[in-house]
């Protein structure tokens, strides 16, 4: 008896096209992984489709992984769809957001699912009303927007139980700094079980265990950071993103992907509600609402009634600093918070000790070797780092005239952590991803805090959002300037978010917290509005960006070309942006320039800008992009194609 062969496309991770036909003898279902033999190494794939038999000869698939389909249709759809938005392959996509590895995961230890005590709360009638503003069983978008401390998680979770009571699972995303122990145990009293988390610290067998369990639908809620939106969900009813604002859901890496717009893509494929929220949503989503194609629920009350601060603007040029880098009036503040048996909060978004250093011989500034960047002084590591390449200077020479003895300029946590451990001894904490590195360290510092065994925490974005703690009463913002003077069409917003979300960490309960923020530009626009409490904010910034071109109100696309010869990359970088200023009229194309950072790790970096209203032409312009690129490219040049992008 012969046997039937049959002919599958199989998507694999691969940076190319990714979908490759080989043959078995086996009856497969889409959505099986298989086993397969590609470039003479074993890889496993997806089965895409069934197809009848080629004209090519194609090689065997080894195994099947599994009886029954892992990946859905509608996920395999996603993806697809997903590489077609990014201007991106299938195969680059899976590769992108699925690791070789897990995807190559075949067997895990069951997640262990462990009880805990339920605690119930009483909702307000505005966090009732934004509850069952959810349409639950069909596709849409809602954003709860609520004040810092107005109880959205609450909300969430209330909305996931109902979803979860009807047998499908959960999904709530948070940026990955907002993974804290205090969240897992508030989503652990409301649900009455530990969810299964899903972030850069969860490592292998944890990691698979999360995976597989999620993916067979044996867990009914995980947390997770940006990544866990592509665990393959069985019967997944809802996405929770919390902070819809936050700018660490762009990736980086190709896939270029932003996580909300891929929530959104993904819930509209599965028919499933999607729930954002965010004391300060983000410009393209408040766009959306207007457009009425998202919907809004409101928290404008915290629950137990407690204020918002008040906001205090800080003028440097008119008052004297203490150690140089802190203003007076916030000195005496953090002293009298101190003096009370209060907490405070010093905000700063930078690390280290000084953020350059300047030869005292010769003014040089200390350089990376590697990138056109100055290096960031850790004095207790007694080291000079490079923040792109990562590169550790222990030897800090001048290379113009080898002197060894610097300046310092521009100040970092560290510093600040120095002034005041001298001012307040044994008061203070530090805490940034510098000294943050475990989710033990992570655990260790928020008790110290908690427990307030200190008064003081000082730190960087990671605790600028999440964290509740009663007893803090002042938060000071040291650093806005540095956010506010970034050449980004999107600095206003990014500092105005963060000045939101940071003071949002003050008088969360019956103490009425104060936030200073110290600026040498008070009359900042910015400021303006944050003084102002009626999110008129929004109608500004959404006028601004109209009347200047930008998005929401256009789609940016940044072709980014990279390689070791200068002349190389301007000379290809050139070559694509004549071109399209000639052939594809219907677009703007700037550029190319050089990045503000020009180079890093011995790479030069030039951007082109490709702006339009109108998607088809922008496709167009970006085929035509690669073609002239692909032929003209040399050795080891890449150009990344970022749509929406977020860093310039
Ligand atoms: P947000 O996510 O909006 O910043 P949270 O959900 O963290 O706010 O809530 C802030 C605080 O208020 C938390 O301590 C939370 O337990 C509490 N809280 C929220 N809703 C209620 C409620 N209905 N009754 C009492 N306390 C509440
Ligand atoms: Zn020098
Ligand atoms: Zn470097």
């Given at each position: 008896m012969s046997e039937i062969i049959r002919y599958y496309n199989v998507l694999l991770p691969v940076v190319n096209s990714g979908i490759f036909t080989y043959s078995t003898t086996l009856d497969l279902k889409i959505g099986v992984r298989v086993a397969v033999d590609f470039n003479r190494r074993k890889i496993t794939g997806i089965v895409l489709e069934e197809i009848e038999k080629p004209e090519y000869k194609c090689k065997m698939i080894d195994k099947a992984v599994d009886n029954e389909p892992l990946f859905s249709k509608k996920y395999l759809e996603f993806i697809l769809k997903m590489a077609e938005y990014y201007h991106s392959t299938a195969g680059l996509t899976l590769y992108g957001v699925l690791s070789e590895k897990l995807l190559a995961m075949e067997d895990a230890e069951p997640f262990i699912v462990e009880k805990t005590d339920v605690v119930d709360i009483t909702y307000t009638d505005e966090q009732i009303k934004a509850i069952n503003s959810v349409e639950l069983d069909k596709f849409s978008i809602t954003l709860i927007?609520?004040?810092?401390?107005?109880?959205k998680t609450e909300v969430y979770l209330s909305i996931a139980k109902k979803v979860l009571a009807t047998g499908k699972k959960v999904l709530y995303i948070v940026p990955e700094i907002s993974l804290t122990p205090q969240l897992i145990e508030l989503v652990s009293k409301r649900l009455g079980y530990q969810p299964a988390s899903f972030h850069s610290k969860v490592q292998g067998k944890k990691r698979a265990s999360a995976f597989l369990s999620f993916a067979r639908g044996e867990v009914k809620f995980v947390i997770g950071a940006r990544s866990a939106l592509f665990i393959p969900t069985k019967d997944l009813g809802l996405i929770i993103i919390d902070e819809e604002h936050e700018i660490s859901y762009k990736q980086d890496k190709t896939p270029t992907y932003h996580l909300r717009d891929m929530a959104v893509l993904y819930s509209s494929i599965l028919n499933i509600p999607t729930v954002l929220g965010s004391a300060t949503p983000s410009i393209e989503t408040i766009n959306n609402i207007k457009k009425g194609k998202y919907n809004i629920a409101e928290l404008k009350n915290r629950p137990n009634n407690a204020l918002l601060p008040q906001i205090h603007i800080v003028d440097l040029k008119r008052c004297d600093l203490v150690a140089g880098v802190i203003a007076e009036p916030i000195f005496d503040k953090l002293y009298e918070t101190v003096r009370k048996g209060e907490q405070a909060i010093i905000f700063l978004n930078r690390k280290g000790y000084s953020t350059s250093l300047y030869c005292k011989s010769c003014g040089e500034i200390l350089q990376c070797d590697n990138c056109s960047v100055s290096v960031v002084y850790y004095k207790s590591k007694g080291v000079a780092n490079c923040k792109y390449c990562n590169t550790d200077y222990r030897k800090i020479v001048c290379k113009k005239c080898n002197s060894v003895e610097f300046n310092e300029h521009g100040i970092g946590t560290e510093k600040v952590e120095e002034i005041l451990e001298e001012l307040f001894p044994n008061k203070v904490l530090r805490m940034d991803l510098d000294n943050i590195t475990t989710l033990k360290s992570l655990k260790s510092s928020l008790k110290k805090f908690e427990s307030k065994e200190v008064q003081i925490l000082i730190g960087t974005q990671l605790i600028s959002k999440g964290l509740h703690f009663p007893d803090v009463t002042f938060v000071a913002i040291l650093g806005i300037d540095n956010i506010i003077s970034m050449p980004d069409f999107r600095s206003n917003e990014r500092a105005f978010q963060q000045i939101v979300q940071v003071a949002g960490r003050a008088g969360r309960e019956q103490l009425r917290g104060d936030v200073y923020i110290q600026t040498?530009?008070?009359?900042?626009?910015?400021f303006k509005y944050i003084l102002d409490s009626d999110n008129s904010y929004y109608d500004y910034e959404l006028d601004r960006r109209k009347s200047v071109g930008y998005p929401p109100f256009t789609k940016l696309i940044r072709l980014s070309l990279t390689h070791t010869n200068l002349d190389k990359v301007r000379d290809v970088a050139n070559l694509v942006a004549s071109t399209l200023k000639s052939k594809c009229k219907n677009i703007t194309t700037l550029g190319p320039v050089e990045d503000a950072i020009f180079m890093i790790k011995k790479k030069y970096c030039l951007t082109i800008l490709l702006k339009s209203h109108n998607s088809i032409n922008l496709k167009k312009a970006i085929s035509i992009s690669l073609e002239i690129f692909e032929k003209n490219k040399t050795g080891a040049m890449i150009m990344k194609v970022d749509k929406d992008p977020y860093k310039f």
């Open positions: 927007h609520g004040i810092t401390g107005s109880g040498v530009d008070p009359n900042s626009v910015i």
